[in-house]
């Protein structure tokens, strides 16, 4: 009689087998897809792509966890590296090297963990994605979130939702993104890996209804009119067309051919339609101005404003040609830069006045600017891996489905590299996505087990492994979560100062100032609350602060104001000297130009103050503040007739001014309206204080 092998007792790991965690990860990865690109938290949240930041750190986090988490459970870690991955490691350390320079090392490291969470959140697609149902539930989830957002785009377009004012119009579209060329590129990075889900769902519903949905997205992007994402479309379809001329993946195209040309008449109508040069536009009210995307491609004004961009990016790259001023760091120095650039032989062509930018308007300036010659090294290798990378698994693989898919991933690549050309993707959370999904989605075994280089992590080993990760990603959610409620009191403290409440103001602010990470705007706004407090040492110490976080032409002109009351001559003209040559709004040049008759004065040049206080009154009739410094200056020397007549004009449109504002003030409409009208109020009011003073002091004629 032959014995029975004995039964295995099923284990917690049995029972939780590969397959079962697999789905339950790659479920999570569609709901973050989904959700991230809706994110907001309006009236909290003071910027839609930073709570979208915030949101992908943690989800990123609790997936990178769970999926450590698993690898535990199984007693072994095995981790695919396409080879993508290795000149992203080296973005990584060059990031750090930039740190040399870095005007601000914290937000160098703020950038970095978003840079490194989205590298993990590719490896996390990469190596869990392992069947053609995980890709058709990670693109139709994006593709259902986009068209959520295209959905509320339109709405508000239309003035049915509210937007930026509460209008109807292009003005009005922000969606989820914050900006309507956001919610373009987003959208059009989408367009080509789209098209995978009409040949390769079975469900005739879901296919009709992805047409469907894909059209609807093609049509917002063609009404936002942003001249980057169609040309990047463009370069897309050629990029296709040579695909497919290369590749020839024909059968798939044959078996779906109905569906095709559904999808193509249907991308043939919704053009017709909504594209501002479409000749049904004005029939369905869609168009915006009439005006034609193709006459926008390169205008003068925007071409400019991008190359002075550029060209102020390339002025850092001089100062720092090895490790450049800092990832995240172009916004910090782009003011000082700015007036460098201007002062070159090149930048006399740049006469026109061009606001603060956050970012270059191009990526790889950007980068070059940012991380110098190994940033430039390192942009190189990846730029050349992906297509390497990209053209050795479609060589490889035999399936002509899989190449079609792939393909048509590398299509949605594209697209976003030619338009990070004349913008800044990789600086939006929602952007980055598109691109990480896609990228991650054509790395995965899926399509594959080529150009990937594997690494099996056991026992101890894997135990510190994920100790460590699960550490680091603990740490970077409870910063994260630290930062959000920093950013909330930060609005708050805000709203405060506006609606007057000055010392509940300051306790607020410096509560999110000792909550975040990396406080930014939050010392300008301590700085305004010191000078209505009437303590100038600390406005001043916020102010400088705000040099290396948070610069605007304000900064400079409020630090130039206090210095000069601080009776620091040499650090006003510092300041404004700078702010001049930067070319400044033509109100803060005023400002600024005042300040230097003020710097004359305090100096004992009087007869340069009086030239330069002068010719303010005659340029700029009805600014006041001339008038006054003047009858000051005349008063001092004696002339009390004209002492008197400049007091007598600072009067006269101080008063109307009074009365305007007072006016206005009654008709505010909300809080940040009537804080600046009772800011300017006061303001005004303490200049009547000043001319009363002084015609009091002046003998009567």
Request: aromatic share 12%.
């Amino acid at each position: 009689m032959t014995k029975k092998a004995p039964r295995k007792r099923l284990t917690k790991v049995n029972r939780l087998s590969q397959p079962s965690c697999e789905r339950i990860l790659v479920f999570l990865i569609a709901l973050f897809v989904f959700s991230m690109p809706l994110f907001i938290w309006p009236g909290a949240i003071t910027e839609y792509g930073y709570g979208k930041s915030i949101f992908a750190l943690i989800g990123i986090g609790l997936l990178i966890v769970l999926w450590a988490g698993w690898s535990l459970l199984r007693n072994k870690w095995e981790i695919h590296f396409p080879w993508v991955s290795f000149p992203v490691i080296g973005l990584v350390i060059v990031s750090l090297a930039s740190l040399f320079h870095a005007t601000n090392g914290r937000v160098v490291i703020q950038s970095l963990i978003l840079v490194i969470f989205f590298f993990l959140f590719y490896l996390v697609i990469a190596n869990l994605v392992r069947e053609k149902r995980d890709v058709t539930l990670i693109l139709y989830s994006l593709l259902l979130s986009a068209f959520f957002a295209s959905l509320y785009g339109l709405l508000q377009y239309l003035g049915v939702m509210r937007g930026t004012y509460g209008g109807h119009g292009l003005g009005e579209v922000i969606s989820t993104m914050g900006n309507r060329n956001y919610l373009g590129g987003f959208l059009a990075y989408l367009l080509f890996p789209s098209v995978i889900l009409i040949v390769r769902l079975h469900s005739r519903v879901l296919r009709a209804l992805a047409i469907v949905l894909l059209s609807f997205n093609f049509g917002m992007v063609m009404l936002i009119q942003q001249t980057g994402t169609v040309v990047g479309l463009i370069v897309g379809l050629v990029t296709f067309i040579i695909g497919m001329i290369i590749l020839r993946p024909i059968e798939p195209l044959k078996r779906n051919r109905a569906w095709i040309i559904a999808l193509l008449l249907f991308l043939a109508l919704t053009f017709l339609i909504e594209a501002p040069s479409g000749p049904l536009n004005s029939v369905v009210g869609l168009s915006s101005d009439g005006s034609s995307w193709i006459g926008k491609l390169w205008s003068q004004n925007s071409g400019k404003i991008r190359a002075w961009d550029w060209w102020i990016g390339w002025e850092m790259f001089k100062d720092h040609p090895l490790v450049g001023v800092g990832l995240g760091n172009y916004k910090l120095n782009f003011i000082p830069y700015k007036a460098q650039f201007l002062s070159t032989p090149r930048g006399e062509a740049y006469n026109f006045y061009i606001e603060r930018a956050a970012q270059a308007h191009n990526e790889y300036v950007q980068a070059i600017a940012e991380l110098g010659t190994f940033g430039i090294i390192t942009l190189l290798a990846l730029l050349v891996v992906i297509p390497l990378f990209l053209w050795i698994r479609l060589q490889g693989n035999p399936d002509e489905s899989d190449r079609l898919d792939m393909l048509l991933l590398a299509c949605g690549i594209v697209v976003f590299l030619v338009h990070a050309l004349v913008s800044f993707p990789a600086h939006l959370p929602a952007s980055s996505l598109v691109f990480v999904v896609a990228l991650g989605l054509v790395s995965s075994s899926a399509y594959g087990a080529r150009a990937r280089v594997a690494v099996c992590v056991k026992r101890w080993p894997l135990r510190a492994l994920v100790g460590v990760i699960t550490a680091f990603c603990l740490v970077t959610s409870v910063i994260a979560i630290r930062d959000v409620s920093a950013n909330i009191l930060f609005g708050r403290g805000k709203g405060q100062l506006e609606q007057g409440y000055v010392y509940t103001s300051k306790e607020t602010l410096l509560r999110s100032a000792a909550l975040d990470f990396c406080p930014r705007q939050v010392y300008y706004y301590l700085a305004i609350v010191n000078l209505k407090q009437g303590h100038d040492e600390e406005a001043m110490v916020n102010l400088k602060k705000c040099l290396t976080r948070f610069v605007m032409e304000n900064t400079y002109l409020n630090l130039a104001n206090l210095a000069i009351n601080l009776n620091d001559v040499e650090t006003a003209r510092e300041y404004v000297e700078l702010l001049v040559a930067s070319h400044p709004k033509p109100s803060a040049t005023l400002q600024a130009r005042y300040l230097q008759g003020l710097i004359a004065i305090r100096d004992g040049q009087y007869d340069l103050a009086t030239s330069i206080l002068e010719d303010l009154t005659l340029a700029h009739p009805n600014f006041e503040p001339p008038y006054i410094a003047l009858g000051g200056l005349y008063r001092g020397q004696g002339m009390s007739v004209r002492a008197y007549d400049s007091y007598e004009k600072a009067l006269k449109l101080v008063e109307a001014k009074l009365t305007s504002a007072e006016g206005r003030l009654a008709r505010a409409t909300s809080y940040s309206e009537e804080y600046e009208l009772r800011s300017e109020i006061d303001l005004l009011a303490q200049e009547k204080e000043a001319i009363q003073a002084g015609l009091v002091e002046l003998s009567p004629l």
